[in-house]
């Protein structure tokens, strides 16, 4: 099993920034894959920025080159620093983790992220 603990979600106005942190705990030398998601109310969660254990990283279109998603191995970290921000990534965030020999995916509990205009 893994346990996921997200934070750093806020209130920030466009253009500001914000670093998320996700703590893991558990079976992490097992994760292949840690990812940040997020949804917006009545929509579908959808992947924001991945990093698997060999260090590959992938971004959605709409964040590139505004959020940069990182890993401390030594703390079992995973952030996800989101700079020029803008009332569309206004969302919650959620943490996430696959492993291709866990039965599930692992999910945080999210942090909230608000932009203002």
């Known amino acids: 099993q893994v346990q996921l603990v997200e934070s750093g979600g806020g209130l920030v106005q466009a253009g500001g920034s914000l670093r998320l942190s996700c703590a893991a705990s558990?079976?992490?030398?097992?994760?292949?894959?840690f990812g940040w998601y997020r949804q917006v109310p009545g929509n579908q969660r959808e992947p924001v920025a991945t990093?698997?254990?060999?260090?590959?990283?992938n971004y959605v279109d709409s964040v590139k080159g505004r959020f940069t998603i990182s890993r401390d191995n030594a703390k079992n970290t995973i952030y996800l620093q989101m700079n020029s921000l803008k009332p569309a990534d206004t969302a919650v965030y959620f943490c996430y983790a696959y492993g291709s020999t866990f039965i599930q995916n692992y999910w945080g509990q999210g942090t909230q992220v608000t932009v203002s205009s």
């Open positions: 990093i698997t254990s060999g260090g590959s990283i």
């Open positions: 558990g079976s992490t030398f097992r994760v292949n894959v």
